[in-house]
């Protein structure tokens, strides 16, 4: 089965502090890796894909990097906006319709 | 930017009674999906349609619910005899092709009495 876990569940940083989420999943094979934001009371805003080991992606104060068996989000410098629950999903190759397996996310809290 | 349109917002419905949850996809996607997120939980997958089928779901997507693409811009999700255990968040989301990013509404809140 499927499976993602995120760590830690909550984080509390003060603006300016750089830090790292982590996101670990077990898939039987894997056809690309998600992040999202996710504000109180909105739907889920996506971030990044990654679908292969190595491979990078930035935007603004975000980095997303994946190995073959977790994913990282990197905030450099976080402003009190990126305070949100970051969520992790994952696309699996046998599954025809790629389905999202998610995982329980990330508060993130930043402070001024 | 194109969006994803749920509707409502809230919707609070007695137990036993049937809703329905209404979505309007972006305008050129092809691939439409249901997903819930139970108060403190994770988001769930329910149901994927695709070509006017429905071509996944999940164990939680039961007799009870069924989906719908009446007309060339709304996707809805009914609910026939609500549960308590019905309570969540529902999403909807859609995308153009099956392993590109799938873009989520803002849900409707589900609260069953």
């Known amino acids: 089965e499927d499976q993602v876990t995120q760590s830690p569940e909550a984080l509390r940083l003060q603006e300016g502090e750089s830090s790292s989420l982590n996101c670990s999943y077990t898939?039987?094979?894997?056809?690309?890796l998600f992040w999202y934001r996710q504000d109180p009371g909105k739907g889920p805003e996506f971030l990044f894909t990654?679908?292969?080991a190595g491979e990078e992606k930035e935007k603004e104060r975000l980095k997303a990097t994946l190995t073959k068996k977790e994913s990282f989000l990197h905030i450099t410098a976080p402003k009190p906006e990126d305070s949100a629950t970051y969520l992790c999903?994952?696309?699996?190759?046998?599954?025809?319709?790629?389905?999202?397996?998610f995982g329980t996310g990330t508060r993130l809290l930043v402070s001024p | 930017e194109p969006e994803v349109t749920q509707t409502p917002s809230h919707q609070v419905t007695q137990m036993g009674q049937e809703v329905i949850l209404r979505c309007v996809p972006i305008?050129?996607?092809?691939?439409f999906y249901w997903y819930r997120q139970i108060l403190g939980q994770k988001v769930e997958f329910l149901v994927s349609?695709?070509?006017?089928?429905?071509?996944?779901k999940s164990e939680i997507f039961d007799d009870q619910f069924s989906v719908e693409r009446p007309d060339g811009s709304n996707f809805t999700l009914k609910i026939r005899s609500t549960k308590l255990e019905d309570s969540a968040m529902y999403f909807c989301?859609?995308?153009?092709?099956?392993?590109?990013?799938?873009?989520f509404g803002d849900g409707t809140r589900l609260s069953i009495l």
């Open positions: 989301a859609s995308t153009s092709y099956s392993n590109q990013p799938q873009h």
């Open positions: 999903a994952v696309q699996a190759v046998d599954t025809g319709f790629q389905k999202l397996v």
């Open positions: 898939v039987s094979g894997l056809r690309g």
């Open positions: 990654l679908y292969s």
């Open positions: 305008s050129n996607h092809l691939y």
């Open positions: 349609f695709y070509n006017n089928e429905i071509s996944e």
